[in-house]
């Protein structure tokens, strides 16, 4: 691989969940996609939106435990994303205006400096990606969602809704 590879030399055509695994080597992170066993698709089509919701399941076949994204490519708009991982754990999206995120970003960035509860490490508020990571870089026209600790035989079943222009 090229050292300037970029998020659309690895832009998902489909919704996919994947992870990333290094190598001894020193040579880039691969990305490695994780086995979908079902995947269902309801559209409500009107004038001019489309809503969609996708049912799927997914299955750890690796021996190790993975840190993964789950990847939808759609200009549209992710209404809610639910992850059941494993038999205990659920993950659920929340949507926050604009004016909400600006506000927690500041209180947990005070909270940092004055001690109460970041204890003072301002780099706990960075959202930035890593350049290296070419799936953590920004790309129009795609959700992403991080998860992590999907244990070796973990299914994950995963619900999404979304509009589509």
């Known amino acids: 691989m090229a050292d300037n590879n970029s998020i659309n030399d690895y832009r998902p055509t489909c919704p996919v969940i994947f992870f990333e695994r290094g190598n001894n080597t020193g040579d880039p992170a691969q990305i490695y996609t994780i086995h979908c066993s079902k995947l ?21 076949r690796t021996k190790d435990t993975l840190d993964c994204v789950f990847a939808l490519p759609t200009a549209g708009t992710v209404m809610n994303v639910k992850l059941v991982i494993g038999q205990d754990r659920v993950l659920t999206t929340a949507i926050v ?17 004055h001690g109460g509860g970041g204890g003072g490490d301002d780099t706990a508020t960075n959202i930035v990606p890593e ?4 799936y953590e870089q920004y790309t129009a026209d795609l959700f992403r969602l991080p998860f992590g600790v999907v244990a070796p035989g973990d299914d994950i079943h995963l619900t999404c809704e979304y509009l589509e222009p």
């Open 40 to 60: 269902n698709v309801l559209v409500e089509a009107y004038v001019s939106t489309a809503i969609i919701r996708m049912e799927g399941t997914w299955t750890n």
């Open 97 to 113: 205006s604009k004016d909400e995120a600006r506000d927690l970003m500041s209180t947990i960035s005070k909270k940092g400096k």
């Open 131 to 134: 350049q290296q990571s070419p």
